[in-house]
């Protein structure tokens, strides 16, 4: 079963997407879906990539509902800065945050989060010296933001990817 | 045959308003990219149309081909994960052009580059 499914997961969720491309669970479907994926699955392992560890189902759903929660209330937050345009003292600017993170998809995870919550863009991470260069559309109080990232999400991945 | 009458009423102003709302804040993500001051102000306004503008609208296309095919369709979540994992690399790569290009003419407002990264990596692994 590990020979041949290496990757399980992506595998899964490759045989998902054909399925939901083509509309159908029928069998013929999920059989040429299966071999698509199977074959997918052998060639990333081919790749020889670091193999995540994913545990802890609870924690990526409540990581996904402060994500969600966190996307809307910055989509507001954004829209009414974008509407009061150049009339609004800019408060935006750049910060570091440190990250303790070491994890290389924990990390690219953190980044989709950045850039999909309005607000904020990830600008540059050193490895070495974890830190993480940012830019806040609304940047009031430094700590405030650090505390979410860290506490919020960052937090929460190391426990996903421990 | 799909007539656009075909769908109920109750259907009609949920996809109508959702699509509404999401087609909002995709208007105003680019309003924000059209009035905000500098590129990296500009740069994060229209994750708006990404982010809540794209979800409203897959979500009025799902409620709208399920009620009018009286089957569920998800397919349209495929756009979402596309569209999530594919905007950052975009939005990275462009801010990160202009931090580079500011970064080579001097431009004071932007902060210098971590110096010696070389050096910092080993003092943080020293076992390495």
Redesign the interface.
């Known amino acids: 079963m590990r020979r041949l499914f290496p990757f399980p997961l992506l595998t899964l969720g490759l045989l998902g997407m054909w399925l939901l491309l083509n509309q159908t669970v029928a069998l013929g479907h999920i059989l040429l879906g299966g071999a698509v994926a199977t074959g997918a699955g052998l060639a990333m392992a081919a790749l020889k990539p670091q193999k995540p560890k994913i545990g802890k189902p609870l924690a990526v759903l409540r990581l996904l509902g402060i994500v969600a929660t966190d996307v809307i209330r910055s989509n507001f937050a954004v829209a009414g800065i974008a509407i009061q345009g150049k009339r609004r003292k800019q408060t935006s600017g750049f910060m570091t945050v440190p990250i303790d993170m070491q994890n290389r998809y924990g990390l690219a995870i953190l980044s989709i989060i950045m850039t999909a919550t309005p607000g904020t863009v990830w600008l540059n991470f050193d490895a070495g010296s974890g830190r993480l260069l940012i830019h806040v559309l609304d940047l009031k109080d430094e700590q405030a933001w650090i505390d979410i990232i860290k506490n919020r999400y960052e937090r929460l991945l190391m426990e996903i990817f421990q | 045959m799909i007539a656009p009458g075909d769908l109920p009423l109750w259907a009609a102003i949920i996809v109508g308003a959702l699509t509404i709302g999401g087609a909002a804040?995709t208007l105003?993500?680019s309003?924000?990219l059209w009035?905000?001051?500098?590129f990296?102000?500009r740069?994060?306004?229209p994750?708006?149309g990404?982010?809540?503008g794209t979800v409203l609208i897959i979500v009025a296309s799902m409620i709208c081909f399920t009620v009018l095919e009286s089957r569920v369709?998800?397919?349209e979540?495929?756009i979402f994960v596309f569209v999530?994992?594919t905007?950052?690399v975009t939005?990275?790569l462009l801010?990160?052009a202009a931090?580079y290009r500011d970064r080579a003419e001097g431009n004071a407002s932007?902060?210098p580059a971590?110096p010696q990264?070389?050096l910092?990596?080993?003092e943080?692994e020293p076992d390495a």
């Open positions: 804040f105003v993500g309003f924000g009035r905000l001051r500098s990296y102000d740069v994060h306004t994750t708006l990404t982010s809540l369709i998800l397919q979540l495929l999530s994992v905007t950052p939005l990275m801010a990160r931090l932007v902060p971590d990264p070389i910092k990596a080993r943080a």
